[in-house]
């Protein structure tokens, strides 16, 4: 198990995509474990089902959401270092491992086993914490990622739609963003632009 740990964190480090990283760990537990059905949600903005085998295929809304609420209860156990409760399935068991950065929750696994209600084991328990702590973290960071691209292209969008000329340029002289109504107004071309640098290194353009 612990080989399929490091093979496992081996290929988040190279992967920037939450609903994949998901994938990955479900991956590497249903490999490790061989467990029966698995699940593998994203619990960003919306509840995404990342991966899924067996009877969580084709999960209906209500049952994700009732699972998410469910994982969600789990993170006091965290915060106090306790073990994951399981829950008697038919004649097995099911382990909810929580994914969680800052205290928030960013997804989860759900994993069950047929036919052994003692399946899962401190042993085993350990190997999916340890997966859990690796996984964490990068899906954390993949989504702060996301978010700071999304941010940049709003911004991005808001300077291109402007009515107000704008144009930035870099401490080298060189123009690093230019709008539409900054062309209009020098009459101009994007690919012309870098003619009228010089012009706007006046005084009278620069902004501390």
């Known amino acids: 198990m612990l080989f399929r740990s490091y093979d496992t964190t081996a290929a ?23 467990v029966h059905h698995g699940l593998a949600f994203l619990n960003y903005g919306q509840l995404h089902a990342a991966a899924s085998h067996g009877h969580f295929r084709h999960l209906p809304p209500p049952a994700l959401e009732a699972l998410r609420c469910e994982a969600q209860a789990l993170m006091t156990d965290i915060c106090a270092g306790q073990p994951w ?5 038919g004649g097995g068991a099911r382990l909810i491992v929580p994914l969680s950065g800052d205290a ?10 047929d036919d052994d209600p003692a399946f899962f084991t401190p042993e085993r328990q350990r190997f999916l914490h340890e997966l859990a702590r690796q996984g964490a973290p990068a899906i954390g960071r993949a989504q702060r990622l996301i978010a700071l691209q999304d941010s940049e292209m709003r911004a991005r969008r808001l300077i291109q739609d402007s ?3 704008i144009v930035t ?16 107004l020098l009459a101009t071309t994007r690919d012309r632009s870098e003619e009228h640098t010089s012009e706007l290194q006046s005084p009278m353009y620069l902004v501390c």
């Open 85 to 89: 409760p399981t829950r008697p399935v």
């Open 163 to 165: 009515p107000v000329p």
């Open 169 to 184: 340029i870099h401490m080298d002289g060189a123009l690093t963003e230019v709008n539409g109504a900054y062309l209009e």
């Open 104 to 113: 928030v929750l960013l997804g989860a696994l759900v994993l069950e086993r």
């Open 12 to 34: 988040l480090m190279a992967e920037m995509c939450p609903m994949t990283m998901l994938s990955l760990i479900l991956e590497g537990a249903q490999q490790a474990l061989n």
